[in-house]
């Protein structure tokens, strides 16, 4: 390789420690190009994976698996980085390309390549597992790949540690096992590392996702919003979008913010804060289904109902009909959740349909029948 490439090489990691992403994937692409060509597989391979990071970062996941995919046919230089390649490949197939079948022959493979790895990268590998089962709606199944993940934990992934933790607190939020999920959290504040990011990150979204669950909307507030600052600081963008999926949650729990679909109920001003960019089959979904639990917030307020939280529904709507609004407003705000409920329903079937189940249909079905409760007792 030319001098001049390794000029280049320095440039892209400046760029990238200054968090410029999208100039450091530029860079390091134009080299890993280079080094291809001029027969330097190893450095090529090295550059390719840090051009993707870069792109990741930089909130360009697309380019980041077109990059990996490309480098499907390459030699690794060592069995970590082809595991790190096909794990990055996985992940983003799953997000933004899902099909059961390739994942579950990935999966495998992954699985494999994880078990001839250094000590502790299996429980790498069982993170991912994880988030394929609760893409598939397996609760329990997914529980215990993260309570096997912790069993397996080693000295090469200590640092994913809290994340196996906050998994396990959510799977156990799943099958509601309140108790189990407090537990996993106070597991995470003994042996988490302050100074750690990811560790603040997740232990932010455990405690919101409890007081969710709890229905405390203060807490919940306050929780997503420490969450959603330290995701900033190292870009995570889809920590950004779940920090604030749960934020607006806790303004519509909030009854003294008022109607939902007034703008000073602050649901409108945070939503705004929703970063642009390519979302996730499952970002997509979320942030669908989110929509329509503010149209069905909004029809509670106008007929004199109090806040119910639908995305865990501990504690179920109490109907009444003491109207706020003009009996037209009413069917209207009926109208537009309706309309939300068809679009987040006709989501839900297609990404159901590429995982092979249907949990998210059922969980916008639960919503359609909650709306009809209150349309039923209006008449």
């Known amino acids: ?23 450091a994937g530029v860079l390091a692409g134009q080299v890993c190009k ?32 077109n990059r990996l995919l490309t480098m499907e046919s390459w030699e690794a230089p060592r069995h970590e980085s082809l595991y790190q390649m096909r794990e990055e490949t996985f992940n983003l197939l ?46 329990e199944k997914a529980l215990n790949a993260t309570e096997q993940a912790w069993s397996e934990r080693g000295p090469a992934t200590m640092n994913h540690a809290h994340a196996t933790a906050s998994n396990s607190c959510l799977a156990n939020l799943r099958l ?21 990011l990811g ?16 229905g405390r909307a203060e807490d919940v507030f306050h929780h997503a919003q420490q969450q959603r600052r330290v995701a900033m600081e190292y870009a995570d963008l889809t920590r950004v979008h779940e920090a604030i ?11 003294t913010n008022g109607d939902p679909g007034d703008r000073r109920s ?25 929509i329509l639990d503010i149209r069905l917030a909004a029809v509670r307020w106008a007929v004199g109902m109090q806040p119910a939280e639908d995305f865990w529904y501990q504690s179920p709507q109490v109907v009444a009909s003491e109207l706020r609004v003009a009996k037209d407003e009413v ?33 916008v079905n639960s919503r359609r029948e909650r709306l009809q409760e209150v349309v039923s007792n209006l008449d």
Not at 176 to 196: H, L, V
Not at 199 to 214: G, I, M, P, V
Not at 245 to 254: G, I, M
Not at 336 to 348: E, P, S
Request: proline share 2%.
């Open 1 to 23: 390789m030319e001098p001049e490439a390794y000029i280049l090489i320095e440039h892209a990691r400046e760029a990238y420690r200054q968090g410029r992403f999208v100039e």
């Open 34 to 65: 280079d080094a291809k060509q001029a027969g330097h597989d190893e450095m090529a391979f090295q550059l390719g994976l840090f051009e993707v990071q870069s792109l990741l970062r930089a909130g360009k996941p697309l380019g980041a698996l």
């Open 94 to 139: 799953r997000l933004y390309n899902p099909d059961l079948t390739q994942l579950e022959t990935r999966l495998a493979e992954l699985e494999s390549l994880a078990r001839s790895a250094l000590d502790g990268t299996v429980s790498d590998f069982r993170l991912y597992e994880f988030l394929f089962l609760e893409d598939q709606g397996k609760d």
């Open 176 to 196: 509601n096992r309140r108790s189990q999920a407090e537990e996993w959290i106070k597991i995470m504040k003994r042996d988490g590392e302050t100074e750690c």
């Open 199 to 214: 560790f603040r990150a997740d232990l932010a979204d455990s405690q919101a996702e409890l007081a969710l669950y709890d």
């Open 245 to 255: 999926e749960k934020q607006v949650r806790a303004r519509l729990l909030d009854a």
């Open 266 to 290: 602050g649901v409108i001003d945070v939503l705004k804060q929703a970063l642009p960019g390519k979302r996730s089959v499952q970002l997509e979904f979320t942030f669908s289904l989110l």
């Open 331 to 363: 069917i209207r705000r009926i109208e537009k959740a309706k309309a939300a409920i068809r679009r987040t329903d006709k989501i839900a079937r297609r990404v159901d349909q590429a995982f092979g189940c249907d949990w998210r249909q059922a969980a």
